[in-house]
């Protein structure tokens, strides 16, 4: 899924992006493509920034620190998980509250890449932002997308992008899929286990006990750090 999200890589200043205000999610002639650019920077956001569903859906404006081009922050700070309208207090299904394993008023930062740069200063500048200044909306103005207008929109992307065997397989089955995605590319980049537990919101016995494949393969890895760092001793000491 990594081919329908490309950006720039070199890095500017970062500044807080310009939005327009408005635009929801089309419907009729140009739906599907609409629904697909609406839904593109949430899917990034979960891919390249390792956000849960609940933390995508209710980034707003504060949350950026985008530069123009390159390495920006995400500054995480509430979430909005789809319990459904029957166990929240507002009647919707969605309902802001703390981030999970945090406590009120706790949040995370995390590292926003170039590609992900790119793809959320597009979405702004075609989509703005909603009232509340929200990124991402449903296919109802003024209601955040629940679990299943971003599911469908899921399946059609891997619909388009996947050989017929590989729709039938268990790659990137669920959207949730982009965030272990996330979590193994930056364990496998060699990121600190400590370091990758507190930019995914996770303890690190939990990021350890999930993860563990990604971790076990970092023993050769860390002997050839080794061995080049007893060798540049070794030249350094003649």
Known sequence: MSTLLKGPSDGRQAQRPEPRPGGGVAGGSGGVEAERAATEAFFGAMYYAGLRPEEAVELRMPNLDLPAVGWGEIHLDHAAPDAGSAWTNNGESRERRQLKHRGVGDGRTVPCPPQLTALLRAHLQRFGVDQDGRLFRGVRQGRQPDSSTYERAWRKAREAVLTPAQA???????????????????????????????????????????????????????????????????????
């Open 168 to 238: 039938r397989s268990p790659l990137g089955r669920r959207p949730y899929d982009l965030r272990h995605a996330a979590v193994s590319t930056w364990l496998n980049a060699g990121v600190g286990a400590a370091q990758v537990a507190e930019w995914a919101g996770h303890s690190l016995k939990v990021l350890l006990d999930i993860y563990a494949h990604c971790i076990d393969g970092e023993e050769s890895a860390a002997r050839r750090r080794i061995d080049a760092a007893l060798a540049e001793a070794r030249q350094s000491s003649h």
